[in-house]
């Protein structure tokens, strides 16, 4: 297997429509590198430009040590696993996964080896001899892979393979690659817009935006140390929720209000060393939903912002709830409106104010202008 580095990579379509800016990325041997981001980011161009299929109109990439900027696709020895799987629909499974490989000359007892070995770790054996119309998108996704498999090249890249699955087999699949990762112990880079696979797989994930890199992490790290607001919007499901408002300082201590003043927070002091320099100014507060409490079984031993919102949407989940709340105390007024995630112990009735208490160790502060973290 091999790194991949990509250092300033840009691409520049004709009329000057700048798709990828400046992309620096490195990627370690036997590493699982997940690019993720909203569609237009620049994601799918960054992969297809170390695969070969899009020319680097600016900067380096190097596989293995060596510049691949101008090497055709066939001689960069990466294997691609498409969206829409690219099987042959007159060739059998076993056909479409030894094709690459009669290409290239390999011994017939070599290419029978080979796919025979994919097909077992795979678990597609019983279905070597049928065309892919006889089966399930599941199992050709698994023969897309397969295909990849048996070339054994540096590098395998996979774009946005589950996307036109079902939710359960997403799941499964996404398992099943997460294992092939491990027991190949291969190079591979990832590209999705689900934000949950990109935190379940990767070992680290670029989050891209605007075809920008706008931060390079572990999941965890992404999730609890987002470098701005975008990151911190995009990782988590429910997404955070953000509030516009000034921190102000009053005879009982700090103060968040909204900037239409519907709601109002008390803060506790150690939210105070944050926000140095920052009093009267307008700011946005982020908040994850399962930070946010029912203030009457709020745990005690945290430092806790008190303040009210109305019930208006109660989302029962099993284990959990979402509840909707109402910041303004209107429930005929769109937006204003906070999620939070509780235990399903916890079953409010919408239409009533509830006391909130939200964590301010994980509340985020961010700069309206530059949408930076503060702090």
């Known amino acids: 297997m091999a790194e991949v580095i990509l250092r300033d990579v840009k691409k520049i379509y004709d009329g000057g429509v700048v798709a990828v800016e400046g992309v620096n990325i490195e990627i370690k041997d036997r590493e699982f590198v997940v690019l993720v981001g909203p569609s237009g980011c620049g994601k799918?161009?960054?992969?297809?430009?170390?695969a070969g299929l899009e020319s680097i109109s600016s900067g380096d990439l190097m596989i293995d040590g060596k510049r691949m900027n101008d090497v055709p696709p066939k001689d960069r020895d990466i294997a691609m696993v498409f969206q829409n799987y690219a099987l042959y629909p007159?060739?059998?499974?076993?056909?479409?996964?030894?094709?690459?490989?009669?290409?290239?000359?390999?011994?017939?007892?070599?290419?029978?080896?080979?796919?025979?070995?994919?097909?077992?770790?795979?678990?597609?054996?019983?279905?070597?001899?049928r065309k892919p119309k006889a089966l399930s998108g599941g199992q050709r996704q698994r023969v897309a892979v397969g295909?990849?498999?048996?070339?054994?090249?540096?590098?395998?890249?996979?774009?946005?393979?589950?996307?036109?699955?079902d939710a359960k087999l997403r799941v499964q699949t996404r398992t099943e690659i997460n294992k092939l990762h491990r027991r190949l112990e291969a190079t591979m880079v990832y590209v999705t817009h689900d934000q949950v696979e990109a935190m379940t797989m990767g070992d680290r994930i670029v989050v891209m935006k605007d075809g920008k890199v706008q931060q390079i992490d572990s999941p965890l790290n992404l999730y609890n140390q987002p470098v701005n607001k975008f990151v911190a919007g995009f990782i988590?499901?429910?997404?955070?929720?953000?509030?516009?408002?000034?921190?102000?300082?009053?005879?009982?201590?700090?103060?968040?209000?909204?900037?239409?003043?519907?709601?109002?927070?008390?803060?506790?002091?150690?939210?105070?060393?944050?926000?140095?320099?920052?009093?009267?100014?307008?700011?946005?507060?982020?908040?994850?939903?399962?930070?946010?409490?029912?203030?009457?079984?709020?745990?005690?031993?945290?430092?806790?912002?008190?303040?009210?919102?109305?019930?208006?949407?109660?989302?029962?989940m099993g284990n959990e709830i979402f509840l909707y709340l109402s910041t303004s105390g209107d429930t005929n007024r769109i937006g204003d409106s906070l999620v939070a995630r509780l235990d399903a112990r916890v079953a409010p009735s919408t239409g009533r104010m509830m006391p909130i208490a939200l964590d301010m160790s994980k509340a985020h502060f961010f700069d309206r202008t530059t949408d930076l973290i503060i702090g």
């Open 90 to 129: 007159h060739m059998s499974v076993y056909e479409n996964m030894a094709f690459g490989l009669k290409l290239r000359k390999f011994p017939k007892d070599e290419i029978d080896r080979r796919v025979k070995e994919a097909a077992e770790i795979l678990g597609i054996g019983p279905y070597l001899d």
């Open 147 to 165: 295909r990849a498999i048996v070339r054994k090249p540096k590098v395998f890249l996979f774009d946005e393979p589950l996307s036109n699955l």
């Open 236 to 316: 988590g499901s429910p997404s955070m929720n953000f509030l516009n408002g000034k921190v102000t300082r009053g005879d009982g201590g700090l103060n968040f209000r909204q900037s239409d003043g519907t709601l109002s927070l008390s803060l506790p002091d150690a939210a105070g060393a944050r926000l140095d320099g920052r009093l009267d100014q307008e700011l946005t507060l982020g908040i994850r939903p399962e930070d946010i409490y029912d203030a009457s079984r709020a745990p005690q031993d945290r430092p806790l912002a008190l303040g009210e919102a109305m019930v208006e949407v109660v989302e029962p």
């Open 44 to 50: 799918s161009t960054t992969l297809r430009m170390i």
